[in-house]
């Protein structure tokens, strides 16, 4: 039986459509801005989401590292939630490569406010760092893919003007927040100086993010991205894969909502694991496990009868749906859950 595959949205694999599509690509030199399929990729992304132009980057790391740079100076410090994933997952980047400080901020369920931020943006002081930026992720990976509420994106932006801070939204899953609130992902851009976005997750190319902003900003950005290692060649063979998935795949992500909560509500019921199905906001299910189970040998006999998910935590799993798992493999994820469960209870 084929193994079903959760540890992640960035699992998928491309489609034949969208193999074709990157086979047919047009291609010429992304350094000398002279691939045609890279720039109608970047013109379109920066039209999805309001903003004037988009640069086309290997990775979502690279895509957040470009980011913040392009919005600071070395000796700043940017404000950000203590789980977000350029505080836990990107190798302490802004520091090494930016000279950057992050000062990480705890907020419950992963969400900032204007209340919790406020307190930490830092008067002028020659002994200070300089308070810059305030950077959000949305959807929240640590958080179980939680969504900022709309509200509370207006008002963080508000606080942010008035103290002349830039504002800077990582929007790997953007294209789940917007689903989620049922609007445009622009609706949610808009608010941002700068915002990145990831087309090998929910949208499930095989490779690729961009940075979105003005044209001053993306100038800066593609110079900063060729400091970085990322000004690529004939990119249009894998940009192609992101445009077809960004023109075909963006009006399914619902799809992949509705069978994580599916996913939940099957595991609720087992009354095996403790998972409330109201708190599962988009494709990201994390899943309490019994004390009775050893983290490790669960997932090694989850992965031997055919199922892969990822820790997170020291009692936790997660589990991800995407395009590459239909109702019948949740039905299966779930059914090998609660089986492997009950062998270890």
Known sequence: MKTIDLRSDTVTTPSAAMRQAIAEAEVGDDVFEGDPTVKKLENRVAEILGHEAALYVPSGTMANQVSLRTLTSPGDEILCERGTHIVNYEVAAASALSGIQLTPIDAPDGILTPELIEPFIRPENIHHPNTAL???????NRAGGRVYPMELLDRIEELARRHNLKYYLDGARIWN???YHGIPPSEIAKHFDVVSVCFSKGLGAPVGSAVISSKDNIKKARRIRKMLGGGMRQVGIIAAGALFA???NLERIPEDHRRARMLAILLAQSGIFKIDPDEVQTNIVVIDLPLQIKLDT????LKSNGLLVVPFGASRIRAVAHLNVD?????RAAEILMETARMEI
Not at 134 to 140: D, G, P
Not at 327 to 331: F, K, L, M, R, S
């Open 246 to 248: 960004l023109e075909n």
């Open 327 to 331: 109702d019948d493999g949740i039905n």
């Open 298 to 301: 669960f997932i090694d006999k």
């Open 177 to 179: 927040a917007a689903a």
């Open 134 to 140: 305030i950077a959000i992720e949305n959807t929240h």
